[in-house]
């Protein structure tokens, strides 16, 4: 049994995946080919957003729209720490600093109320340093919609307002997802996503893509996208990266387009069935009324983790922890001077997560097995 069966979503559209790789091959415009814009245009109008600029992977996904928003030192970033570290690792890159914020015990995306306090904590200037004495200032919020699961974007984007801060809906894990009648990816200033091939919607490589409603945005990330290009390749107007995504995934992701409105059924199905025959035994995920998640993962909370997933282990179950230590403690951050209890809800669920196998062509059988080995 495979936890992300990639092999068998393969199987069932081969056949669509040669064909749109050929015709790359033998146009050969392996760089910004026409796949590009036809599947920027088809992102754009699944999330229902005005513009998609498609890059080299999530974290660039995430890298782009910070910087297009001249993120630097002196900066305060608020962020969930219950995470992966693409999310905070480029704003550190960049010079700003992470200023992480609890989470939710339910839905284990950022908590809107700790967001607000975290942030008049930074504006009373509680955190001085000999590097910037007058304290940090508060510029944005990256919210993460983790497992699928839409961030509070309602509570999170009146936070924002109040303060001029601009919000990233990291949606690397959110594809498809939804909150109160709007896709996943259009619920904030820009949405960054992943095309990482175990994400919901993954290519054969790496890829991202950003998406935005606000058009100076879009121009400024597509241009940071070429090495930061004006007119043409060779007149550059601002520092960028290459942060393109290839013509070749791009054709790859057109074919799995085509399934991913069915993929994303099939994952509630999943869903719903472990979700019925296990709500009794751990704790299975929440998710509220008006949400709707693309089960990125399917993540349950038990006191007798290391012993289930023993169980499963010897019974041939492959399981995986997200995240199995909270980003506010990990060594890369032990500068910003986090200590264990700080963000005690991250660290609990740390300690008491993880995740069942999860993909579309999951059977029945193989799904009750899971089920009925952790019942045991
Ligand atoms: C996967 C992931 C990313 C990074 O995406 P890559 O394409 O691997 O760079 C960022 N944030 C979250 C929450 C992710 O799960």
Redesign the pocket.
């Known amino acids: 049994m495979q936890f992300v069966d990639l092999a068998k979503q393969l199987e069932a559209i081969r056949g669509t995946v040669e064909k749109r790789i050929k015709t790359v091959l033998d146009h050969g415009n392996f760089i910004l080919g026409p796949e590009i814009k036809e599947l920027e245009k088809k992102l754009a109008a699944f999330a229902g957003v005005k513009h998609c600029i498609s890059c080299s992977?999530?974290?660039?996904?995430?890298l782009l729209p910070l910087m297009a928003n001249n993120v630097g030192p002196g900066h305060a970033i608020f962020t969930t720490p219950f995470?992966?570290i693409?999310?905070a690792e480029v704003i550190s890159l960049l010079g700003a600093t992470p200023v992480y914020v609890d989470i939710d015990p339910d839905t284990f995306n950022i908590d809107p109320a700790k967001l607000r306090q975290a942030i008049q904590d930074i504006k009373n200037n509680k955190k001085p340093t000999p590097q910037f004495p007058d304290g940090l200032l508060p510029k944005g919020i990256i919210a993460?919609?983790?497992f699928g699961l839409p961030a509070d974007y309602d509570a999170i984007n009146a936070i924002a307002r109040e303060h001029a801060l601009f919000v990233i809906e990291?949606a690397?894990?959110s594809f498809g997802g939804m909150y109160k009648g709007k896709m996943a990816g259009n619920l904030a200033d820009a949405a960054?996503t992943?095309?990482?091939p175990a994400?919901p919607l993954g290519c054969y490589g790496?890829?991202?893509a950003v998406l935005t409603n606000n058009d100076s945005l879009a121009d400024v990330v597509e241009s940071l996208r070429v090495h930061g290009k004006g007119q043409h390749k060779y007149d550059n107007i601002r520092i960028g990266i290459n942060g393109r995504l290839d013509t070749i995934q791009a054709a790859i992701l057109l074919a799995k387009l085509e399934v991913f409105g069915k993929e994303l059924e099939q994952r509630q199905e999943v869903a719903a069935r472990y979700s019925e025959g296990l709500k009794n035994a751990v704790k299975v995920p929440h998710v509220p009324p008006g949400y709707k998640s693309a089960w990125?993962q399917y993540s349950v909370v038990s006191e007798r983790k290391k012993e289930l997933m023993t169980r499963l282990q010897s019974a041939g179950i492959p399981t995986a922890v997200y995240y199995p230590r909270p980003l506010h403690l990990q060594t890369a951050f032990s500068s910003l001077g986090y200590t264990e209890g700080s963000m005690a809800v991250s660290e609990k669920a740390s300690d008491t997560i993880f995740s069942l196998p999860m993909h579309p062509y999951l059977s029945t059988q193989d799904q009750d097995r899971i089920i009925d080995c952790i019942i045991k």
């Open positions: 992977s999530g974290t660039d996904a995430i995470t992966f693409a999310t993460v919609d983790l990291d690397a894990q960054a992943s095309f990482f994400k790496d890829g991202g990125a």
